[in-house]
């Protein structure tokens, strides 16, 4: 198994989060999102994965090597086919409202501020950097205020009781994601406490950006 990534991508992150879950080791291999233009741009990685974005997944089975994108669609694949350590409930429903949940997250707040929405907004857009942390500050407020309500009902220890579920994987990049950009959590308590607790994790600690081979 391979994971492309970057060290601070927040879709790579989610992977990484699950690969350790599960016990699973992949060789990472950095594609660097800013250097020389930004490497998930170059003819290589553009033909792993033509949306040139982090991360691609490589696995293989008996047909030869595949090639897996979009960190969702990832970490679902490796939750069939490695289904030790399970990032989904037992029941239907409880599984509907987790990946409704981690897609509140990785749907409805990452799109709005990941770093190739950010960079048109002051290349292409003109907006200064006062007026791009206003934006980045608004998705976040929007989407947290959401899910802080949902996890008043359903957090233990993680977002949706007592074991990792999705919500975690996506939750944790983003709030480390929010940090980074001063985002005031202050309203979000269930949030914070979740942040925490899984940060003391070691699958979560070992996953976060500054622990990856390519930090800078």
């Known amino acids: 198994m391979k994971l492309y990534g970057y060290w601070?991508?927040?879709?790579?992150?989610?992977?990484?989060?699950?690969?350790?879950?599960?016990?699973?080791?992949?060789?990472?291999?950095?594609?660097?999102?800013?250097?020389?233009?930004g490497e998930q741009h170059s003819e290589m990685f553009a033909a792993l994965n033509p949306q040139q974005l982090v991360p691609a997944?490589?696995?293989?089975?008996d047909d030869g090597e595949?090639?897996?994108?979009q960190s969702m669609a990832?970490?679902?694949?490796?939750?069939?086919?490695?289904p030790q350590s399970p990032l989904l409930p037992k029941t239907l429903k409880d599984r509907a409202i987790v990946r409704a949940m981690a897609q509140s997250i990785a749907c409805?707040?990452?799109?709005?501020d990941n770093l190739r929405v950010l960079q048109f907004l002051v290349k292409e857009m003109g907006v200064d950097e006062e007026a791009k942390m206003k934006w980045y500050h608004h998705w976040i407020h929007i989407g947290f205020?959401?899910?802080?309500?949902?996890?008043?009902t359903y957090s233990g220890k993680y977002c949706f009781g007592d074991t990792p579920t999705l919500v975690d994987l996506c939750l944790i990049p983003q709030v480390y994601n929010a940090k980074r950009f001063n985002v005031d959590l202050t309203d979000y308590?269930?949030?914070l406490r979740v942040w925490t607790y899984c940060n003391q994790q070691p699958a979560f600690?070992?996953?976060?950006?500054?622990?990856?081979?390519?930090?800078?």
């Not at 790579?12 to 350790?20: D, T």
């Not at 990832?74 to 490695?82: D, K």
């Not at 409805?108 to 709005?112: A, K, M, T």
């Open 74 to 82: 990832i970490i679902e694949y490796l939750e069939e086919q490695y």
């Open 145 to 152: 205020k959401a899910l802080e309500s949902q996890m008043k």
């Open 66 to 69: 595949f090639c897996l994108t």
């Open 8 to 37: 601070r991508s927040s879709a790579a992150y989610r992977v990484r989060i699950a690969l350790n879950l599960k016990q699973l080791v992949a060789e990472q291999v950095s594609v660097h999102l800013v250097n020389n233009g």
């Open 189 to 191: 308590p269930n949030i």
């Open 57 to 61: 997944f490589v696995d293989s089975n």
């Open 108 to 112: 409805e707040i990452h799109p709005l």
């Open 205 to 216: 600690a070992d996953a976060a950006p500054e622990q990856q081979a390519d930090a800078t």
